[in-house]
């Protein structure tokens, strides 16, 4: 697997221009948000907790996803053939998925501190970076469960449609306290709200102990999902 691994984490890292796009994307929002949000009395640092979480979700998301063309092309049976185990397989590509969530973050955090004016105690920028990094496993599994689901062709809509329920509906741009009771009460069920606590809780002087346990959970769930499904996916082949 280390080997395998060791292969993906730089065929990964060779594709420049998804790097640029997964940091790019979350610093732009960052620098776009922090003004208006300003006005409004919500603190910078509020801003970049959000903003980290969801350039962390999405470029988590789009990496597992991928699976869903390897699979169209026929690379997953290839690599049935090998020693490689479907359990290695699958740790391999939620590695390289959290090896890419982990610049979204610090370029937004690098970004909030010097142009932001944020300023953090040392335990605040671990738990913004650190912690807000550590909370994406569980989207890393998720973008997994959608490649192994979805097929190439509709790989886009549906990871398109989940990112922007996660991002919306989640709170990680707008505040959960401001939605009608009822959205209130699902956005509080997605893993984004979740993550997004972990980022205010830096912000905010808050543990985040509580939004850890949930992650945890949606860690546990999803990886047995994945799981069970590879393994179906490799009977049916």
């Given amino acids: 697997?280390?080997?395998?691994?060791?292969?993906?984490?730089?065929?990964?890292?060779?594709d420049a221009k998804f790097l640029l796009f997964a940091v790019a994307l979350p610093v732009g929002l960052y620098l776009l948000m922090a003004?208006?949000?300003?006005?409004?009395g919500a603190?910078?640092?509020?801003?970049?907790?959000?903003?980290a979480a969801f350039g962390s979700m999405k470029a988590a998301l789009d990496v597992g996803a991928r699976t869903a063309v390897e699979r169209g092309i026929g690379w997953q049976r290839q690599l049935r053939l090998t020693p490689l185990s479907g359990g290695g397989y699958l740790l391999a590509k939620a590695s390289v998925a959290m090896v890419v969530a982990l610049p979204p973050v610090a370029?937004?955090?690098?970004v909030a501190a010097l142009v932001g004016g944020?300023?953090?105690?040392?335990?605040?920028?671990?738990?913004?970076?650190?912690?807000v990094w550590a909370g994406t496993v569980p989207f890393a599994l998720l973008g997994l469960l959608i490649?192994?689901?979805?097929?190439?062709?509709?790989?886009?809509?549906?990871?398109?449609?989940?990112?922007?329920?996660?991002?919306?509906?989640?709170?990680?741009?707008?505040?959960?306290s401001t939605f009608p009771d009822a959205l209130a009460t699902v956005a509080k069920v997605l893993p984004s709200?979740?993550?997004a606590q972990?980022?205010?809780a830096a912000a905010l002087g808050g543990a985040g102990g509580e939004a850890a346990l949930v992650l945890a959970l949606y860690t546990l769930v999803l990886g047995v999902a994945v799981a069970v499904r590879y393994r179906r996916d490799t009977a049916r082949a």
Avoid at 43 to 51: F, K, Q
Avoid at 107 to 110: E, F, N, P, Y
């Fill in 107 to 110: 370029g937004v955090s690098l």
């Fill in 118 to 131: 944020v300023h953090l105690s040392a335990g605040g920028w671990a738990l913004a970076v650190l912690g």
């Fill in 1 to 14: 697997m280390t080997g395998y691994l060791a292969f993906e984490i730089r065929r990964t890292l060779r």
């Fill in 43 to 51: 603190p910078a640092s509020y801003v970049m907790g959000g903003v």
């Fill in 35 to 40: 003004d208006r949000f300003a006005d409004q």
């Fill in 147 to 176: 490649g192994q689901f979805v097929g190439a062709q509709s790989l886009q809509a549906y990871q398109g449609a989940v990112i922007l329920v996660l991002s919306f509906v989640g709170g990680l741009f707008i505040p959960v």
């Fill in 193 to 195: 709200y979740w993550l």
């Fill in 198 to 200: 972990v980022g205010h």
